[in-house]
């Protein structure tokens, strides 16, 4: 667990307890934050912390001081002596089985009440350790450099010389962890942050909850130390466990994998849904095998998914579109739920809206009601309504004091799950072959009693074929002392389906494919057990009694213990992907594009004179590799020049993953590359960013390119398109300057070592191979770093 989590739980000690004593000015910054960034910096009040040196003696009864806190951060750190602490906060922290105090110390640099910096140290207040920092700089003059100064190896061993120096203690517990903050791909831009992290070592296997993490910049130097550790932890003692081999066939067993439609939320052109095999991580006992308890984040959902829909065949027809009046909506509603006596309506709003997804326009009928009762306003209620087919999508209904508009609990669970089924019996009927209710876990429902009135919360999966349809969802909730429906949501997606279940690879086949995909590693985790008034409940009562305010956290006895587990861990991906559950293959979970756990390797570029830059150019997929080879003396194409640029100037991010995706609703621009070309959202991507323009409206994406047109392409990318216009201002001697037809853009490139000439000529008309390409856009980057220009200082 991170810390910033941890203090939302931790008892706070801070600001009020040091008050008394000091003026609020002194701690207009609270300790429980994380890293500091330019909007937190800028949040700090005027004050030059003077007050902080006005020698009152903070009331804590700690080991360290504040002044003791403030001298050990500033050894560790070396802050500036122009850092004056700004802030102090004293925290107790809850640890697993006990609780620790820290000092959280804000440091600030001003110049002529400018906020220049910022640094914020914590510090063990019984024991002295560092336990984090952070820090943020203003300081617009730097610039990147592009490739890196510091690249992840060196930075790995800056990170341990920092640990040798602060926290020497901790070393000879902690192992490498060579997943975390790995970027797979290397980086288009000298902006990088290398984040290292080191496990702590028990019993020579790693806890991965405690570890030791920093960040060091491509410059080398530290900018946030973080140490989460707890010594409270007891560890059991193992003497015996499953190997390596026996929990891989015990998780193998325990797989079960999931089949569900999923829709791609990037997918170019028509978007549509894609039957999948998912399997999350689970983990199992790493001495008996026993499979473990998945966490739950959400309790209300907690439950049984039922092995048959609500009925073997639908019991209706789908509504037909039409146009739905107002008056027809709100007959709708009436029809489908109980509106409470007294309803009034006092609001309604008709709108329209065009679905991406499916293309079609979409409309819908908001209505409101006010609850009165003696003519005073008791409740409301609120419904939304299909605008074309009269369904209605949502529907709320809220009494402001139901506690007197109620005689306690009536109905029970059984009843209740009865009544929830026959509401979408009603209300979806269309639909019933193809849902299923999630029974609940009746303990979540233990403290319900009577003269508490409150719901109960129902799910309902809709699978087709079998499949579970993930971005569909049904809900609602029952009233626990009427029965009524108080609660109904209906998000249900439009699209067409197979009208026959596809073939699909076996469930071995795909508990194969998806064990390729993790790792098993060896780790603690720690379990939670609660007790009340001497009696275990569990986690689910607890969570529900303290939401319901039945109980306070400080009356319940919580006992926390470290298990040894095997669990299942994603290897390093450049990607999100899912298992096509019909080919076997993988797919981009983003786009929907077909892709592979192994990246290919060219095995043509091995001592090639670009073979860094063609490295890097297939590792953004700039370039494909085919049959295990990437052909870089072969002419590069219009769409493979322009797709590079786009993923230079965007440092890797590829238009999909940007907002301007969404807004091009599939249309082409050019007659020869249509919305399903994997080269689309580039050139649209560079016709918005004025790169390209749509000229006669053919962009030729498979012509080839010239030295000349890829200078002007390089000198647009770096905004210099308009001033390269005017040659006449820039020297350049080229034998063939009579056939260059940009003259200022070859000038240009030349100049930044971009493009080289060949015995003094730059040779305009000669087709650029792929990996020429790739060497300019390489130097590109570097270019871009080194005109990065700061802002004049007035």
Same mark, same amino acid.
């Given at each position: 667990?991170?810390?910033?989590?941890?203090?939302?739980?931790?008892?706070?000690?801070?600001?009020?307890?040091?008050?008394?004593?000091?003026?609020?000015?002194?701690?207009?910054?609270?300790?429980?934050?994380?890293?500091?960034?330019?909007?937190?910096?800028?949040?700090?009040?005027?004050?030059?912390?003077?007050?902080?040196?006005?020698?009152?003696?903070?009331?804590?009864?700690?080991?360290?001081?504040?002044?003791?806190?403030?001298?050990?951060?500033?050894?560790?750190?070396?802050?500036?002596?122009?850092?004056?602490?700004?802030?102090?906060?004293?925290?107790?922290?809850?640890?697993?089985?006990?609780?620790?105090?820290?000092?959280?110390?804000?440091?600030?640099?001003?110049?002529?009440?400018?906020?220049?910096?910022?640094?914020?140290?914590?510090?063990?207040?019984?024991?002295?350790?560092?336990?984090?920092?952070?820090?943020?700089?203003?300081?617009?003059?730097?610039?990147?450099?592009?490739?890196?100064?510091?690249?992840?190896?060196?930075?790995?061993?800056?990170?341990?010389?920092?640990?040798?120096?602060?926290?020497?203690?901790?070393?000879?517990?902690?192992?490498?962890?060579?997943?975390?903050?790995?970027?797979?791909?290397?980086?288009?831009?000298?902006?990088?942050?290398?984040?290292?992290?080191?496990?702590?070592?028990?019993?020579?296997?790693?806890?991965?909850?405690?570890?030791?993490?920093?960040?060091?910049?491509?410059?080398?130097?530290?900018?946030?130390?973080?140490?989460?550790?707890?010594?409270?932890?007891?560890?059991?003692?193992?003497?015996?466990?499953?190997?390596?081999?026996?929990?891989?066939?015990?998780?193998?067993?325990?797989?079960?994998?999931?089949?569900?439609?999923?829709?791609?939320?990037?997918?170019?052109?028509?978007?549509?849904?894609?039957? *999948?095999?998912?399997?999350?991580?689970?983990?199992?006992?790493?001495?008996?095998?026993?499979?473990?308890?998945?966490?739950?984040?959400?309790?209300?959902?907690?439950?049984?998914?039922?092995?048959?829909?609500?009925?073997?065949?639908?019991?209706? &027809?789908?509504?037909?579109?039409?146009?739905?009046?107002?008056?027809?909506?709100?007959?709708?509603?009436?029809?489908?739920?109980?509106?409470?006596?007294?309803?009034?309506?006092?609001?309604?709003?008709?709108?329209?809206?065009?679905?991406?997804?499916?293309?079609?326009?979409?409309?819908?009928?908001?209505?409101?009601?006010?609850?009165?009762?003696?003519?005073?306003?008791?409740?409301?209620?609120?419904?939304?309504?299909?605008?074309?087919?009269?369904?209605?999508?949502?529907?709320?209904?809220?009494?402001?004091?139901?506690?007197?508009?109620?005689?306690?609990?009536?109905?029970?669970?059984?009843?209740?799950?009865?009544?929830?089924?026959?509401?979408?019996?009603?209300?979806?009927?269309?639909?019933?072959? &193809?849902?299923?209710?999630?029974?609940?876990?009746?303990?979540?429902?233990?403290?319900?009693?009577?003269?508490?009135?409150?719901?109960?919360?129902?799910?309902?999966?809709?699978? +087709?074929?079998?499949?579970?349809?993930?971005?569909?969802?049904?809900?609602?909730?029952?009233?626990?002392?009427?029965?009524?429906?108080?609660?109904?949501?209906?998000?249900? *997606?439009?699209? &067409?389906?197979?009208?026959?279940?596809?073939?699909?690879?076996?469930?071995?086949?795909?508990?194969?494919?998806?064990?390729?995909?993790?790792?098993?590693?060896?780790?603690?985790?720690?379990?939670?057990?609660?007790?009340?008034?001497?009696?275990?409940?569990?986690?689910?009562?607890?969570?529900?009694?303290?939401?319901?305010?039945?109980?306070?956290?400080?009356?319940?006895?919580?006992?926390?213990?470290?298990?040894?587990?095997?669990?299942?861990?994603?290897?390093?991906?450049?990607?999100?992907?899912?298992?096509?559950?019909?080919?076997?293959?993988?797919?981009?979970?983003?786009?929907?594009?077909?892709?592979?756990?192994?990246?290919?390797?060219?095995?043509?570029?091995?001592?090639?004179?670009?073979?860094?830059?063609?490295?890097?150019?297939?590792?953004?997929?700039?370039?494909?590799?085919?049959?295990?080879?990437?052909?870089?003396?072969?002419?590069?194409?219009?769409?493979?020049?322009?797709?590079?640029?786009?993923?230079?100037?965007? *440092?890797?991010?590829?238009?999909?993953?940007?907002?301007?995706?969404?807004?091009?609703?599939?249309?082409?621009?050019?007659?020869?590359?249509?919305?399903? !070309?994997?080269?689309?959202?580039?050139?649209?991507?560079?016709?918005?960013?004025?790169?390209?323009?749509?000229?006669?409206?053919?962009?030729?994406?498979?012509?080839?390119? !010239?030295?000349?047109?890829?200078?002007?392409?390089?000198?647009?990318?770096?905004?210099?398109?308009?001033?390269?216009?005017?040659?006449?201002?820039?020297?350049?001697?080229?034998?063939?300057?009579?056939?260059?037809?940009?003259?200022?853009?070859?000038? +240009?490139?030349?100049?930044?070592?971009?493009?080289?000439?060949?015995?003094?000529?730059?040779?305009?008309?000669?087709?650029?191979?792929?990996?020429?390409?790739?060497?300019?856009?390489?130097?590109?980057?570097?270019?871009?770093?080194?005109?990065?220009?700061?802002?004049?200082?007035?």
């Amino acid at each position: 667990m991170r810390i910033n989590h941890r203090k939302r739980l931790a008892v706070v000690l801070s600001t009020a307890m040091l008050m008394s004593m000091l003026p609020a000015t002194a701690f207009a910054e609270s300790s429980n934050k994380p890293a500091v960034t330019n909007a937190a910096a800028k949040a700090v009040p005027s004050s030059e912390g003077d007050i902080m040196k006005e020698g009152f003696a903070a009331p804590v009864d700690v080991a360290i001081t504040k002044e003791k806190a403030e001298a050990l951060a500033r050894q560790y750190v070396s802050i500036p002596k122009e850092y004056i602490l700004q802030g102090a906060s004293l925290n107790m922290e809850v640890m697993a089985s006990g609780k620790r105090n820290a000092w959280g110390l804000d440091f600030v640099k001003k110049v002529n009440g400018k906020h220049l910096g910022s640094i914020y140290v914590r510090i063990h207040a019984d024991k002295g350790q560092l336990l984090e920092f952070n820090s943020y700089t203003d300081n617009p003059s730097a610039k990147p450099t592009y490739p890196l100064k510091v690249e992840r190896d060196a930075a790995q061993q800056i990170a341990l010389q920092f640990i040798d120096k602060i926290a020497a203690d901790y070393k000879g517990q902690i192992q490498y962890n060579p997943d975390y903050g790995v970027q797979l791909r290397p980086p288009l831009t000298g902006e990088v942050v290398h984040s290292i992290r080191y496990d702590r070592l028990v019993n020579d296997i790693p806890y991965v909850d405690n570890y030791i993490e920093l960040e060091v910049d491509s410059e080398g130097h530290v900018r946030r130390f973080s140490l989460q550790w707890d010594d409270t932890i007891i560890f059991p003692k193992v003497d015996a466990k499953l190997s390596a081999a026996e929990a891989n066939e015990k998780l193998r067993a325990a797989a079960a994998p999931l089949l569900a439609y999923i829709v791609p939320y990037n997918m170019q052109g028509k978007r549509k849904p894609l039957l *999948s095999y998912e399997l999350q991580p689970i983990s199992i006992d790493a001495v008996t095998g026993q499979l473990k308890d998945q966490s739950r984040d959400n309790y209300f959902r907690a439950g049984t998914i039922s092995e048959t829909p609500i009925s073997e065949k639908p019991l209706g &027809e789908k509504p037909k579109a039409g146009a739905v009046t107002e008056k027809q909506a709100i007959d709708a509603v009436k029809a489908a739920f109980a509106l409470p006596a007294g309803v009034e309506l006092n609001g309604s709003n008709y709108s329209e809206n065009s679905n991406e997804s499916t293309g079609e326009t979409e409309a819908y009928w908001q209505l409101n009601w006010t609850v009165k009762k003696d003519g005073k306003e008791v409740g409301s209620a609120s419904a939304s309504v299909n605008g074309r087919t009269g369904e209605v999508r949502h529907f709320n209904t809220y009494m402001y004091n139901e506690q007197s508009q109620s005689g306690g609990t009536k109905v029970t669970l059984e009843q209740a799950s009865t009544a929830a089924v026959e509401a979408i019996k009603k209300r979806l009927p269309w639909l019933t072959d &193809e849902l299923y209710l999630v029974k609940p876990d009746p303990k979540q429902y233990e403290g319900i009693v009577a003269g508490q009135p409150s719901q109960y919360y129902f799910n309902f999966v809709h699978k +087709i074929y079998g499949a579970v349809v993930e971005y569909d969802n049904i809900s609602l909730s029952i009233h626990s002392s009427t029965g009524e429906v108080v609660n109904y949501d209906a998000n249900l *997606s439009n699209f &067409e389906y197979p009208a026959e279940a596809p073939a699909l690879i076996k469930k071995e086949q795909a508990v194969d494919s998806w064990l390729n995909y993790y790792r098993t590693q060896l780790t603690y985790r720690l379990v939670q057990s609660f007790a009340w008034n001497g009696q275990p409940i569990t986690i689910e009562k607890y969570k529900l009694m303290i939401a319901s305010g039945e109980i306070r956290g400080d009356e319940v006895d919580r006992k926390t213990e470290a298990e040894l587990v095997y669990q299942l861990v994603p290897k390093l991906m450049d990607e999100s992907v899912f298992l096509d559950a019909v080919t076997g293959g993988w797919r981009n979970r983003e786009t929907g594009d077909v892709t592979q756990l192994e990246k290919p390797k060219a095995k043509d570029i091995e001592g090639h004179f670009a073979q860094r830059q063609l490295e890097l150019m297939v590792a953004y997929k700039a370039l494909d590799v085919k049959d295990g080879l990437v052909r870089p003396n072969e002419a590069v194409t219009r769409g493979e020049l322009i797709k590079m640029l786009v993923l230079a100037r965007s *440092s890797g991010v590829s238009p999909l993953s940007m907002s301007f995706s969404n807004q091009l609703g599939g249309k082409a621009s050019f007659n020869d590359v249509a919305a399903d !070309s994997s080269y689309f959202v580039y050139v649209e991507s560079a016709l918005e960013q004025n790169l390209i323009d749509v000229g006669d409206g053919s962009f030729n994406p498979s012509g080839k390119v !010239s030295r000349d047109e890829m200078a002007e392409l390089i000198v647009r990318a770096l905004g210099y398109n308009a001033l390269a216009n005017y040659d006449h201002i820039f020297k350049a001697s080229f034998k063939d300057s009579d056939q260059i037809q940009n003259k200022g853009q070859a000038a +240009i490139v030349v100049g930044l070592k971009i493009m080289s000439l060949s015995d003094g000529k730059f040779l305009p008309k000669k087709q650029v191979t792929r990996g020429e390409a790739s060497v300019a856009f390489f130097r590109y980057l570097q270019s871009r770093a080194e005109l990065q220009e700061a802002p004049l200082r007035m």
